[in-house]
């Protein structure tokens, strides 16, 4: 079986293609063929070493093989699997290894996949789509007639919830880093967009809102926007970080107090995805938005297996919309 595999961390030509015996399942373990595999931020921080990242996943150093989301038939299941068998359609999510053509993971990891879902888009935006759910759901309840700032309004995660809450009546402030994203932001469903590089969020937010600023803050980029972020919430609101792209974070309690009372929380799916009752109705209400016009999901970028290392180059260049998948 061909598998990525990276034996040392650095710039994505450390990815190469290597033939590996893969095995059988274990108990509560499936074997997956993989039709299509996810690509995500959070396996280019693999791929570099980030520290933060590799000490929160536990994972060793090397080698290792990147992704953590794909979706395919299932092949082989483990002897104590209730919930799935051979031939069955699926998607997998948070399941390390998952850049090749085939893969085992848990039965706790996996989800049935509809027939109305193709593997590109299931493998895409399950991970993604999961995220948002638990964001604006169970981290900060988006409730009607709320307003939202969403950085990074056309990423992967952040398109998704500037579509999703704003089906809940909210009204929908999103950031972009380039004007050529403004219009793409607004068919999403964003009221008003801002470019971080070229305009004042903070100005923008309040000349929006009548001064009155946001509920709550959703943000993948860290750093950059975390200042601005503050400053565009009114008292007691959220700020709910979820990515640090940009750079990590480092919050004084205190400025929660001088900036309003707020609250700040750094949202993580894997606190939800234990209960496998809970990960499966999020499955279930992100699937059905998707089937029944709620969420647009664009067909992602496809490469080869092979082209592991130029679908992280394309992630990192922040120059494409939408998302990457890789066929083996």
């Given at each position: ?22 095995g059988h399942p274990g108990p509560d373990e499936i074997k997956v063929r993989n039709y299509a595999i996810g690509v995500n931020y959070t396996d280019v921080y693999t791929r570099q ?146 470019n971080t590089l070229t305009e004042d969020v903070v100005a923008k937010v309040s000349e929006y809102t009548d001064g009155k600023k946001c509920h709550v803050v959703f943000d993948g ?108």
């Amino acid at each position: 079986m061909k598998r990525i595999v990276v034996r040392e961390h650095g710039a994505p030509s450390v990815m190469k293609i290597e033939e590996v015996e893969l095995g059988h399942p274990g108990p509560d373990e499936i074997k997956v063929r993989n039709y299509a595999i996810g690509v995500n931020y959070t396996d280019v921080y693999t791929r570099q070493g980030n520290e933060t990242y590799l000490r929160k996943m536990n994972q060793e150093i090397e080698p290792f093989t990147p992704g953590k989301e794909g979706a395919g038939i299932v092949l082989e299941v483990g002897e104590s699997v209730k919930r799935f068998k051979p031939g069955d359609r699926v998607v997998y999510v948070q399941s390390f290894g998952a850049y090749g053509e085939c893969h085992i993971v848990k039965e706790s990891r996996t989800l049935p996949l509809p027939e109305s879902l193709s593997f590109e888009i299931a493998a895409s935006n399950t991970l993604r789509g999961l995220t948002a759910h638990f964001l604006m759901h169970y981290t900060y309840p988006v409730r009607k007639g709320e307003i939202v700032l969403v950085h990074a309004a056309t990423g992967g995660v952040g398109s998704i919830l500037t579509q999703w809450i704003k089906s809940k009546g909210a009204t929908v402030i999103g950031t972009v880093d380039s004007d050529d994203k403004k219009e793409t932001a607004r068919q999403l469903g964003a009221d008003f967009v801002i470019n971080t590089l070229t305009e004042d969020v903070v100005a923008k937010v309040s000349e929006y809102t009548d001064g009155k600023k946001c509920h709550v803050v959703f943000d993948g980029l860290g750093k950059a926007v975390a200042e601005a972020s503050l400053n565009s919430l009114r008292r007691f609101g959220y700020y709910v970080n979820y990515g640090m792209v940009t750079g990590s974070i480092h919050l004084d309690l205190w400025d929660l107090a001088v900036h309003g009372s707020l609250y700040a929380t750094f949202g993580d799916l894997k606190h939800h995805e234990d209960d496998y009752d809970k990960l499966s109705s999020m499955g279930k209400d992100y699937f059905t938005a998707i089937t029944d016009g709620t969420i647009h999901i664009g067909p992602p970028v496809q490469l080869p297996l092979t082209e592991a290392p130029k679908a992280h180059e394309l992630l990192e260049s922040n120059k494409r919309i939408g998302t990457v998948i890789l066929v083996p």
